[in-house]
């Protein structure tokens, strides 16, 4: 389109996006999920289509209206995602991994509706662990030895034994990936998180190879362009 023409950034690169929230099912009519819009991971394939790459988005749960022209993957659990981002990122060029994963999930999915019964306690649920997806794609790209950039979101809170950037930084480490998207999240009003939903978003983007952390505020489509921005940079420094 007119966008991809004006900003041929990224021809020619494969990019997949993850996006959206993981739902692990109880049972047939209900699940474990969390409050991500979407959004953001939404934006970040735009800026990719628009800086002209051939753009794969992974979506899970959204809050948002699916962008249309962009080739889509939907998944519901993170074992789906992890499947589903593993087959695309054999060849991707970039991975970008907005969702938000859940960490644990039901250690088994009723195969009927769990009802309620007067003769027995009510029920426990048991929560396993999910894999690290993002780790894990990191390890497959290290092990395959592939050129790839690889790309992590996180939203993070400081407490009394570190701020934001000190756990982001270990969060960085401890992932592989080669740069980190942070947001700091802090509580609104009603106990909810504020960047959830909303249109603006206020990160920090830090990389493995220990440069300054870029600032970058605005909508979402701002920062997934400056995002985008520095993932081309890195491209672009690498090739
Ligand atoms: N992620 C993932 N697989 C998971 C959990 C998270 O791939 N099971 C990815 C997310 O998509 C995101 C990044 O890892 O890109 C950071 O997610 P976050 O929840 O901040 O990291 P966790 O390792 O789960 O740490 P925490 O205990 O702080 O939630
Ligand atoms: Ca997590």
């Known amino acids: ?10 021809r020619g690169k494969r990019v997949v996006v993850t996006a959206g929230g993981t739902r692990e099912a109880l049972d047939p009519v209900r699940y474990l999920g969390n409050r991500s819009s979407g959004k953001q991971g939404i934006a970040v394939a735009l800026a990719a289509r628009a800086a002209g790459a051939e753009v794969t988005l992974i979506a899970a749960h959204v809050e948002v209206a699916l962008p249309q022209g962009i080739d889509l993957v939907q998944v519901e659990s993170a074992l789906e995602l992890q499947a589903a981002a593993q087959s695309a990122s054999s060849t991707a060029d970039v991975l970008v991994m907005a969702a938000a994963v859940a960490d644990f999930r039901p250690d088994h999915t009723e195969g009927a509706k769990i009802k309620k019964r007067d003769d027995s306690a009510d029920p426990v649920i048991t929560l396993v662990r999910n894999p690290d997806i993002l780790a894990g794609l990191v390890a497959d790209r290290n092990a395959a030895g592939r050129r790839q950039l690889i790309v992590g979101f996180a939203a993070e809170t400081g407490d009394d034994r570190g701020g934001v950037l000190d756990y982001a930084r270990a969060k960085l480490e401890r992932k592989g990936c080669d740069l980190l998207v942070v947001n700091q999240v802090g509580p609104g009003a009603g106990g909810q998180e504020l960047t959830f939903g909303q249109d603006s978003n206020e990160v920090l983007i830090l990389d493995r190879d220990g440069s300054e952390p870029l600032a970058a ?3 979402k489509q701002e920062v997934a362009n400056a995002v985008m921005a520095r993932i081309a940079e890195k491209l672009g420094v690498e090739n």
Do not use: K
Request: no cysteine; charged share 15%.
């Open 217 to 219: 505020l605005g909508t």
């Open 1 to 10: 389109n007119a966008v991809a023409a004006a900003d041929p950034r990224l």
